[in-house]
C-alpha cells in the first residue's frame, strides 16, 4: 500500500468522528463521577479546541476562511 494523499485523505473524517465520539464520551464520564471542577474544565477545554478545530478545517476546505487558521488548534 502506498502511502498518499489519495489513500489518506479519506480517512480523516472518519478519524474525525472517532476523537469527536472519545471526547464527548470521557466529557460525559467526567461529569457523572463528579471528578471536580479541574476535570471538568480540561475536558470541556479540548473537546472545545477539538470541535473549533474541525470547524475551522471544514470552513477552511469551503474556501470561507484561510487555510491556517485551523492548525492552532
Known amino acids: 500500500m502506498e502511502l498518499s494523499a ?3 485523505w479519506p480517512l ?3 478519524l474525525l468522528l472517532i476523537v469527536v ?3 464527548t464520551w470521557a466529557m460525559v464520564r467526567v461529569v ?3 471528578s471536580g471542577s479541574t476535570a471538568i474544565w480540561l475536558q470541556a477545554g479540548a ?3 477539538y470541535v473549533l ?3 475551522s478545517a471544514i470552513a ?3 474556501g470561507a476562511v484561510s ?3 485551523h492548525r492552532p488548534f
Open 6 to 8: 489519495k489513500v489518506l
Open 60 to 62: 477552511s476546505e469551503q
Open 47 to 49: 473537546l472545545g479546541c
Open 21 to 23: 465520539i472519545c471526547l
Open 32 to 34: 457523572r463521577r463528579a
Open 67 to 69: 487555510a491556517h487558521l
Open 12 to 14: 480523516f473524517p472518519l
Open 53 to 55: 478545530a474541525a470547524a
